[in-house]
């Protein structure tokens, strides 16, 4: 009887706030499950790239340990990218501090990231220091620039079939995700052409589906299977290279551990 209760409560909370709808709807286990239902024979798979020869002495400068960053491990697996494949042209829907655009900077010919525009942010209520952070670390670095639009509606026809690797870290909306992978596969220079999706991951450990199915959802069948998600990281990535993947375990006790030397630097 006491379930009926809580169900008849939670119909009525759900009548009279249907914005709560959209809670339920982007619960990672509702998406866990949309996602087995629409790629039933599709099993995640998990890369690690530390393991790479050009993971020996990393070097990430700019970090600021704020919120909203990524991890530590994602601008090193974007370092060990750029250097792995030679990249020339790097694209990031996304710029936010500026930090992963800085990351890359010094490993490839030209850097392209884009952003709302500050007026953009202001409409949209956005506190003046918000603003202020974008593009803080990269502002002033010579083979960066910085473009200004929305992803959905910028005129990406200058970029097509320029870019060598495309970092996607924009809006994580599953529909977003969707279109802006889209978008990324016409900016790819080559077939081998990178792509990089940020926030794939809820931790180090758990896969954000909510993600994931807007990749899945983008890209052809025959990709598939070259999209691995990134170990010690959160990010997915498409590489031209078939890898040995592993299965994705979680919980599993460490099998390596990192040394981080910390120098503070003036800003």
């Not at 506190?127 to 473009?147: E, G, M, Q, V």
């Not at 220079?189 to 990178?194: H, L, P, Q, V």
Request: some cysteine.
């Amino acid at each position: 009887m006491q379930k009926i209760i809580k169900l008849f409560k939670a119909i009525w909370l759900l009548l009279k706030r249907p914005a709560l709808f959209n809670l339920i709807l982007k619960d990672e286990e509702v998406l866990k499950n949309e996602f087995e239902n629409v790629f039933p024979a599709l099993k995640l798979q998990e890369l690690d790239p530390f393991a790479w020869t050009e993971a020996q002495e990393l070097n990430i400068t700019p970090y600021a340990f704020l919120s909203g960053s990524s991890m530590v491990t994602d601008f090193a697996f974007l370092q060990m990218l750029c250097r792995k494949y030679k990249v020339e042209t790097y694209l990031e829907i996304g710029t936010w501090r500026g930090e992963s655009a800085a990351n890359v900077a010094p490993f490839v010919k030209e850097v392209y990231s884009l952003n709302l525009p500050d007026s953009t942010l202001r409409r949209m209520g956005q506190a003046p220091h918000y603003i202020d952070s974008h593009r803080f670390f990269s502002k002033d670095i010579k083979n960066i620039t910085h473009l200004f639009g929305d992803s959905a509606t910028f005129d990406w026809q200058p970029y097509a079939q320029k870019c060598d690797l495309v970092f996607i870290d924009g809006d994580h909306a599953t529909e977003a995700v969707l279109r802006d992978t889209q978008t990324a596969l016409g900016l790819r220079k080559a077939a081998d052409s990178i792509l990089v999706w940020h926030d794939a991951k809820q931790d180090a450990e758990y896969p954000r589906y909510e993600v994931l199915l807007g990749i899945y959802k983008a890209l052809p069948a025959h990709m598939h299977s070259n999209v691995y998600l990134v170990k010690h990281a959160l990010c997915a990535v498409y590489l031209p290279d078939a890898f040995i993947g592993q299965a994705i375990e979680i919980n599993a006790l460490p099998k390596r551990a990192f040394e981080l030397r910390l120098a503070q630097k003036e800003v």
